[in-house]
């Protein structure tokens, strides 16, 4: 079974709903290490809740992205990591994190790219008036959410849709989408 690291910045819904897919036996993994960029992620305290060991820097008070990198390989190699899930981590990865992880780090990006990357995907496809937007799950190269498609889901927008009622749909099927891509990926690598 692969050891797989998961990141976030914010609220980790998406990190629940791998914890709770494992947890039901839906897919197939040990989560042995969460990590954050922010001491005030709401995802820190899923992790805690799940006993789940946790690194949490702040990227200020490294000289460098490859500092911090550094930082977090280190906690990756001592967990055996073999796979790293971005699950709303708002930064792009950097070179020292991609030399030793090419190929085995998946995003989940709320649009259907190459549409809306980088921030407020779902306010930048409410605002552009679009019928369908979508859910997109890639590996991570060094671009902003760019990278090989594994897999999309498309959603309909409606006449009366408000912001609101779109990010909730989205997250509804990002919730069902990672998981299960997540399942495929890791169970198809042996
Ligand atoms: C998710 O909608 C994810 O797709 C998005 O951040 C949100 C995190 O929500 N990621 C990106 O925009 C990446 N560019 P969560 O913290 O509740 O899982």
Do not use: C, W
């Not at 090419?102 to 407020?120: M, Q, R, T, Y």
């Not at 927008?157 to 509804?172: F, G, N």
């Amino acid at each position: 079974m692969k050891n797989i690291a998961v990141f976030a910045s914010g609220n980790g819904s998406n990190f629940q709903a791998i914890i709770e897919a494992i947890q039901s036996g839906q897919l197939n993994a040990n989560i042995q290490l969460f990590v954050s960029d922010k001491k005030k992620a709401y995802a820190i305290e899923r992790a805690k809740k799940a006993n789940i060991p946790h690194f949490v820097f702040t990227a200020k008070e490294y000289e460098s992205k490859a500092a911090y990198e550094e930082a977090i390989l280190e906690h990756l190699h001592e967990h055996n990591i073999d796979f790293i899930v971005l699950a709303g981590y708002m930064r792009l990865i950097g070179e020292t994190l991609l030399r030793h992880y090419e190929g085995k780090i998946v995003n989940i990006h709320p649009s259907l790219l190459p549409a809306f990357p980088g921030k407020d995907a779902i306010g930048q496809a409410f605002d552009a008036r679009v019928k369908v937007s979508g859910v997109t799950v890639h590996f991570v190269d060094a671009g902003m959410d760019t990278g090989p498609i594994i897999a999309q889901k498309a959603i309909e927008i409606s006449d009366d849709e408000s912001r609101e009622s779109l990010q909730a749909k989205i997250h509804q099927v990002e919730h069902e989408l990672y998981p299960a891509v997540l399942q495929k990926l890791l169970s198809s690598r042996g």
